[in-house]
């Protein structure tokens, strides 16, 4: 607490601190059957996830053998994050849940995979009739033409055709949003394609930042209040549009180059230059990716609406406003 400013008060069993960014900030853990760990805590890098992970061990844990830790909770969604962390560190780790309705994180620093395989039972199931599988041998691997293999558009369209087989099917009433870069206030610049609020945040925290290629690669960005018009467009709409897929993005009237015109932006608000590192393409990485949002425009009567400047502007206050939930981290 004294690292970030606070002065608390320490008596026999208690610490206290008056913070209300502190409060907000530990209140997101919950009660002791609901505590959990937020995602945008699980998404920091490996070292922090080092450090937050002995802080764990030290508070509920305790050392189990020679090579183990055990961790001990009433939340099974904590149980879980810990577990989750721990795999993300590098060790093995498993959860059982005793008489008591203790939750156990056993967690092994060998990297040993602890399985309970008396648990485990196979058994022959007869069975006639088609099965479905891709046929290629199971050597051939699927890449595209530049020689690199790519799984996230598979990946990603897969969870597309799942929605929209279960609306058709099973009448479930869904739509498919391919959403481009989305950003605003309340992300924490570690989501995926949250490049926006990352650079930001480091900005503002003076943290490094890279930028991979020539830092001209374009992208449509989205503020998170539009995308909250299209949810709600959307739901008006779901008995009309169920099982269709719409791209949701900023469209051509809302893009800018990754660093060359973000840069220059971020540094009028901050005032003052932005060093920045260099570093090579990464593979997969598109020059120019717009989304085509005509679609959602025409039947669903939405568009993106705040600018590029007015939404990194409010992106960078909301920071600026917060900014001891970063530099906890």
């Given at each position: 607490?004294?690292?970030?400013?606070?002065?608390?008060?320490?008596?026999?069993?208690?610490?206290?601190?008056?913070?209300?960014?502190?409060?907000?900030?530990?209140?997101?853990?919950?009660?002791?059957?609901?505590?959990?760990?937020?995602?945008?805590?699980?998404r920091l890098d490996r070292k922090k996830l080092a450090v937050l992970l002995e802080s764990l061990l030290d508070g509920d844990g305790n050392k189990h053998s020679k090579h183990g830790w055990r961790y001990t909770t009433v939340s099974q969604k904590l149980a879980d994050d810990v577990q989750e962390i721990a795999i993300k560190c590098?060790?093995?780790?498993?959860?059982?849940?005793?008489?008591?309705?203790?939750?156990?994180?056993?967690?092994?620093?060998?990297?040993?995979?602890?399985?309970?395989?008396?648990?485990?039972?196979?058994?022959?199931?007869?069975?006639?009739?088609?099965?479905?599988?891709?046929?290629v041998p199971n050597s051939t691997v699927m890449v595209r033409q530049d020689g690199y293999a790519f799984f996230s558009g598979n990946s990603k369209g897969a969870g597309d055709q799942y929605v929209r087989d279960y609306t058709r099917i099973y009448g479930l009433p869904a739509v498919v949003f391919r959403?481009?870069?989305?950003?605003?206030?309340?992300?924490?610049?570690?989501?995926?394609?949250?490049?926006?609020?990352?650079?930001?945040?480091?900005?503002?925290?003076?943290?490094?930042?890279?930028?991979?290629?020539?830092?001209?690669?374009?992208?449509d960005v989205l503020f998170i209040d539009d995308l909250l018009d299209a949810y709600d467009a959307a739901i008006a709409h779901i008995d009309v549009i169920a099982g269709q897929v719409y791209n949701v993005g900023g469209g051509p009237a809302h893009t800018m180059s990754v660093w060359a015109e973000?840069?220059?932006?971020?540094?009028?608000?901050?005032?003052?230059?932005?060093?920045?590192?260099?570093?090579?393409?990464?593979?997969?990485?598109?020059?120019?990716?717009?989304?085509?949002?005509?679609?959602?425009?025409?039947?669903?009567?939405?568009?993106?609406?705040?600018g590029v400047e007015e939404g990194i502007r409010r992106l960078y206050e909301w920071v600026v406003a917060n900014r001891l939930l970063f530099e906890m981290g």
């Open positions: 607490m004294q690292a970030i400013g606070l002065s608390p008060v320490i008596d026999q069993h208690h610490i206290t601190a008056t913070s209300r960014q502190l409060y907000e900030y530990v209140k997101l853990f919950g009660k002791s059957h609901g505590k959990y760990i937020p995602r945008e805590i699980k590098g060790m093995a780790s498993s959860v059982t849940l005793d008489k008591e309705g203790y939750y156990r994180v056993y967690i092994s620093t060998t990297r040993t995979a602890q399985c309970n395989l008396g648990q485990n039972r196979s058994e022959w199931v007869e069975y006639a009739g088609m099965v479905y599988c891709v046929e959403q481009s870069c989305i950003y605003g206030p309340r992300q924490m610049g570690v989501e995926d394609q949250g490049w926006v609020a990352w650079f930001i945040i480091a900005a503002v925290t003076a943290q490094p930042i890279t930028i991979y290629g020539n830092g001209k690669q374009v992208r973000f840069g220059p932006i971020l540094e009028r608000l901050i005032g003052h230059p932005i060093p920045v590192s260099g570093d090579d393409w990464r593979p997969g990485d598109q020059p120019i990716y717009i989304s085509d949002i005509r679609k959602a425009g025409r039947e669903l009567g939405w568009q993106s609406r705040v």
